[in-house]
């Protein structure tokens, strides 16, 4: 890589997740809290804000997973919440199912989530580490 400044890494753009259906996959990620930014069924695709911030999670049609997991291996992408725990809570009262209890991590804890697709949802707090959070 050259030093060249335009190709500075600058911060996300959003985060795209494959689904198999747009109207289901939108329900899901309301029903865990998370509002929609946008929507276009055209293209099939719906953004999904993430705190203040523009950039988000993508929702991306795919009609060939329908209702499958990708056969390919899925990253997990984690958020930034006040309190996983209580996160974990909201979650199992809206009728999400977590993947394990929240667990430690270096940062704090942590709650992990799957949609029907596969893609894999963290949400972590900085409760051991406030310094590196958002709200310090």
Do not use: C, H
């Not at 060249?4 to 865990?32: H, R, T």
């Not at 509002?35 to 060939?64: C, H, M, N, W, Y």
């Not at 499958?68 to 899925?74: E, F, I, K, L, N």
């Amino acid at each position: 890589m050259s030093d060249d400044e335009s190709y500075e890494l600058l911060g996300f753009d959003n985060v795209l997740l494959p689904v198999g259906n747009l109207d289901e996959a939108v329900s899901f990620y309301e029903q865990a809290g998370f509002p929609v930014s946008f929507r276009l069924d055209e293209a099939g695709i719906a953004l999904l804000k993430v705190g203040k911030e523009t950039p988000g999670l993508l929702l991306r049609l795919d009609q060939e997973l329908s209702r499958r997991a990708p056969v390919w291996a899925s990253p997990r992408v984690w958020l930034e919440v006040r309190d996983a725990r209580g996160t974990a809570e909201e979650l199992t009262t809206a009728g999400v199912m977590t993947l394990d209890a929240p667990f430690r991590g270096a940062t704090g804890w942590t709650v992990e989530f799957a949609d029907p697709w596969g893609n894999v949802i963290g949400l972590t707090d900085y409760s051991k580490r406030p310094e590196l959070s958002r709200q310090a």
